[in-house]
C-alpha cells in the first residue's frame, strides 16, 4: 500500500532524542508517505536531526517556525504544518513516541473509506500522578459540556493530539473561525471541533493506548491549562 496522499504533520520543541528514530519508523512504515516537522526553536540538536534526515528521505522536510507569523505555539504550528501540506489527508501526532505509529494505517484507511475525521482515542492513560489524571478529568467534562450545549460535533476524545483529517475540512473551518483558535494551546482538536456543526462530519475513533514519552521532559505546564480554559470560551 502506498501513503502517497498523506502528510504527517509532527510538531516538535526540544526532541532531538526522539524524531529521528521516529521519522525511520513513519518513512519505513508507510510507503511514500510525507512528513513535516514543525519545530519552535528547539534548542537542542531537534533541527540537526531533522535536516539530516531530510537529507536521506526526499519526503520529510523541515519547518523551522523561529520566525513565523503565527507566533509560538502548539496550536499555531499544527495550524501551519497542516498549511504546509500539499496532500489530500493530514495526519497530527507528537514527536516523542507517545502517539503509537503503528495506528497510522488504521486512521488512515478510515479516512480513505469515507470520514472527514479519524480521531485516534485514548483507552488508558498510563503514569499519570493522580493530581494530573483529576484536572485532566475535569477538563474533559467541561470540554464535553461546552460542545454539547453549544450543538457542536463531540467524540470519544475531544482533547487528543493524534487524528487525521482531510485537508480541505480542516482549512476552510479555521479560515471561517480563525480567532477562535488559541495558537498557544496544546488542544488543536477542540479549537476545531467547536468550530464545527453537530453531525456536519463523519467522525471515525481508533483506540489506543496512550504511554510515557520515549525521551525527554514534557513541556506541558500550567499555562497550557489556562490556555485551555480561554479555549473553552472563545
Ligand atoms: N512546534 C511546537 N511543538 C511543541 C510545542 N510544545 C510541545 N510541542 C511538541 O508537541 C508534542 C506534545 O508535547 P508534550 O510536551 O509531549 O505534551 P503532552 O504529550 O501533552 O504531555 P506529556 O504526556 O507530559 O508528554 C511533542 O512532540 C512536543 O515536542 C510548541 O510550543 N511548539
Ligand atoms: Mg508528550
Request: glycine fraction near 6%; charge should be positive.
Amino acid at each position: 500500500m502506498r501513503y502517497n496522499d498523506l502528510t504527517i504533520v509532527l510538531p516538535t520543541l526540544n526532541e532531538e532524542a526522539n524524531v529521528g528514530s521516529l521519522i525511520e519508523e513513519l518513512s519505513d512504515s508507510y510507503n511514500g508517505v510525507r512528513i513535516i516537522v514543525v519545530d519552535d526553536g528547539s534548542t537542542d540538536g531537534t533541527r540537526r536531526v531533522v535536516d539530516a534526515m531530510a537529507r536521506m528521505y526526499k519526503t520529510v522536510s523541515l519547518f523551522d517556525r523561529r520566525n513565523a507569523a503565527l507566533g509560538k505555539g502548539l496550536t499555531a504550528s499544527v495550524i501551519d504544518g497542516i498549511r504546509r501540506s500539499k496532500t489530500d489527508y493530514v495526519l497530527v501526532m507528537d514527536a516523542d513516541f507517545q502517539h503509537p505509529y503503528r495506528h497510522v494505517g488504521e486512521l488512515y484507511r478510515k479516512i480513505r473509506g469515507n470520514c472527514d475525521l479519524a480521531v485516534a482515542v485514548r483507552r488508558k492513560v498510563e503514569d499519570w500522578p493522580v493530581d494530573r489524571r483529576i484536572v485532566s478529568k475535569l477538563m474533559i467534562f467541561f470540554g464535553y459540556f461546552v460542545l454539547f450545549i453549544t450543538g457542536k460535533e463531540l467524540c470519544n476524545d475531544i482533547f487528543s493530539g493524534y487524528f487525521c483529517i482531510r485537508k480541505k475540512k480542516f482549512i476552510e473551518t479555521y479560515e471561517q473561525s480563525r480567532r477562535r483558535f488559541v495558537l498557544k494551546g496544546y488542544k488543536v482538536l477542540f479549537d476545531f471541533l467547536k468550530c464545527t456543526k453537530r453531525d456536519s462530519l463523519r467522525i471515525a475513533e481508533v483506540p489506543y493506548t496512550f504511554t510515557s514519552r520515549k525521551h525527554g521532559e514534557s513541556k506541558v505546564g500550567i499555562s497550557h491549562g489556562l490556555h485551555l480554559i480561554k479555549s473553552f470560551f472563545s
